[in-house]
């Protein structure tokens, strides 16, 4: 069925019944705007329409879809003819099948790019560098009471304790240390956290565990508290623990772990 010639075939036998756009649309329920489409050769009805449409036009199927009427009183057709209108029909389907097939497809190729653009920036906000204000703006570094903590070479059996106060020059120096970096999250907190298991490489191998400790932190729901920041180098992989939350990060400088372990084992 040509759409071409279907528009004004329609248009043709609509006005010949002095029947409206609408007046038809009523008819076989569908809208308005949608016979203007056929008859502007835009596009074909559905197949489910055709038989209404011909009912409506006191026309055959195979009248509708050959797009002409046939001027004997009683109808007869070649069965070439038939067999035409059975292929038009059949093409026609396929055409229709192709055109679900492709919004379902397109539908699809959307909502993953639509997911993918809102992983992508949802990776981006979480993972976006941020300084400790940033992550804990009830803390202000310089109102930290001691640090303290441990560490060690190697196997974590072999560990050294360290406790800085405020008048220490290693004191102010980790904490200039652990203010100046910016930290990005990493994905693995969304993971579940299983045991750490880490194999020992060599002597050098450090790891280390710091702990800063503040009085008088306002919280967020306005309570007053006092509270440990806890910095957790895992061999090289750092963990920042606070209020009962955890973050696995990457700071900016790499070189925080090496800075950190120099001024401890300097102690």
């Not at 528009?7 to 649309?25: D, V, Y």
């Not at 292929?87 to 919004?103: D, F, G, P, Q, Y």
């Not at 440990?228 to 750092?238: I, K, M, Q, T, V």
């Amino acid at each position: 069925m040509d759409k071409d010639l279907f528009g004004p075939f329609l248009a043709e036998e609509r006005k010949k019944r002095n029947m409206t756009q609408g007046q038809l649309a009523d008819k076989v329920h569908v809208s308005t705007a949608a016979v203007s489409k056929w008859e502007r050769c835009l596009c074909l009805p559905d197949l489910a329409k055709l038989e209404d449409i011909a009912d409506v036009l006191d026309l055959s199927l195979i009248e509708l879809m050959q797009c002409k009427r046939n001027p004997d009183d009683v109808l007869s057709y070649k069965v070439d003819d038939v067999q035409t209108v059975l292929h038009s029909t059949v093409m026609l389907s396929e055409n229709e099948i192709k055109k679900s097939r492709k919004k379902i497809l397109s539908l699809k190729a959307c909502l993953c790019l639509i997911l993918a653009a809102a992983l992508f920036l949802g990776y981006l906000l979480y993972s976006k560098p941020m300084t400790l204000s940033q992550l804990y703006p009830m803390i202000k570094m310089e109102d930290c009471a001691e640090i303290k903590g441990f560490y060690g070479i190697g196997s974590l059996m072999d560990s050294t304790e360290f406790s800085f106060d405020r008048s220490s020059e290693e004191f102010w120096k980790l904490l200039m240390l652990f203010d100046r970096q910016e930290y990005r999250r990493s994905l693995k907190n969304i993971l579940p956290r299983g045991t750490k298991i880490h194999q020992i490489e060599g002597s050098n191998d450090i790891w280390w565990d710091v702990h800063l400790r503040f009085e008088n932190l306002t919280m967020p729901d306005g309570s007053i508290s006092s509270g440990s920041l806890r910095f957790h180098n895992w061999y090289g992989e750092l963990e920042i623990f606070f209020d009962s939350e955890s973050y696995i990060c990457f700071p900016k400088e790499r070189g925080l772990f090496d800075s950190v372990f120099a001024l401890l084992k300097g102690k």
